[in-house]
DNA sequence: CCATTAAAGTGGT
DNA sequence: ACCACTTTAATGG
């Protein structure tokens, strides 16, 4: 089942998919609240679905196949704009549910993902899915609370973009990432390594920008960096910068 | 080991 | 912010 290294990239579908009815039930954050019966429900219709680093889950257009939940690894979403330049809305981590679409007659993927390390998601059937919500009122709730939890981030988010500097907007891009992964050790060592393309699409600057303001963050003494792996040295600074504090 | 390519960094406009 | 150039790191024979 798992493909030589040569034509991981190339692959499209995930390199591996089952029919997985006596895994555990699934603890993911919506999930938890609701009944008995809607989890065994849930539990025959799943799949399980593996992604390598790299490989994308989601393509932005196209029909929605259903919902996925994160169980391992993280997932970058993010939406193309005109010119072709990724704007990223969001950052997964397990427990977070992504692939949702509102169109009940002809779900389409309002968002792209790509897997940013090997990943694993459980995959539900949309209208098996949209059924289930509307027999659980307690499960739709809990999507609800997910949802607005994640547009209270969006708002914050485009509001800064609009009003902040550079500086300001790297600094909370790192401080966003820092609140979806975490960071590890004393020296605060994000967990996820990210290219300056993409920290400039987080941020909305340039990768030139996100450059300049690293080594200028660096000097200061408030991160330090080596290659894609970034310390967070004074996190307090960072989040001032950021309007956090 | 070297050659090729992608990403990072830097300076100028 | 954008572009062009240099440097560095990663990949593959």
Do not use: W
């Amino acid at each position: 089942m798992q493909p030589s290294a040569a034509n991981k990239k190339q692959l499209v579908e995930p390199f591996y998919e089952l029919s997985c009815h006596n895994c555990p039930v699934l603890d993911c954050s919506v999930l938890r609240h609701c009944t008995q019966d809607c989890l065994e429900k849930i539990d025959k219709l799943k799949k399980v679905v593996g992604f390598f680093k790299g490989q994308r889950i989601l393509l932005e257009g196209n029909p929605a196949r259903g919902v996925y939940f994160l169980l391992q690894g993280k997932v970058k979403l993010f939406k193309t704009d005109v010119r072709g330049q990724e704007v990223i809305i969001r950052f997964a981590k397990p427990g977070d549910i992504v692939g949702l679409s509102v169109n009940t007659e002809r779900p389409e993927n309002e968002v792209s993902a790509t897997a940013m390390e090997d990943t694993m998601l459980c995959h539900v059937n949309h209208d098996a899915f949209v059924e289930l919500l509307n027999s659980d009122a307690k499960l739709a709730f809990e999507l609800l609370r997910f949802y607005r939890a994640e547009l209270h981030k969006t708002e914050m988010r485009s509001l800064k973009l609009a009003t902040m500097t550079v500086q300001e907007k790297v600094a909370d891009a790192l401080v966003t990432i820092y609140e979806a992964y975490g960071a590890e050790g004393k020296q605060r060592t994000l967990c996820l390594e990210l290219s300056r393309q993409d920290i400039g699409n987080l941020a909305g600057t340039t990768k030139e920008q996100v450059s300049k303001v690293l080594t200028d963050l660096k000097n200061k003494g408030m991160i330090d960096t080596n290659g894609k792996q970034i310390d967070l040295i004074n996190l307090s600074a960072l989040m001032q910068l950021a309007g956090l504090a």
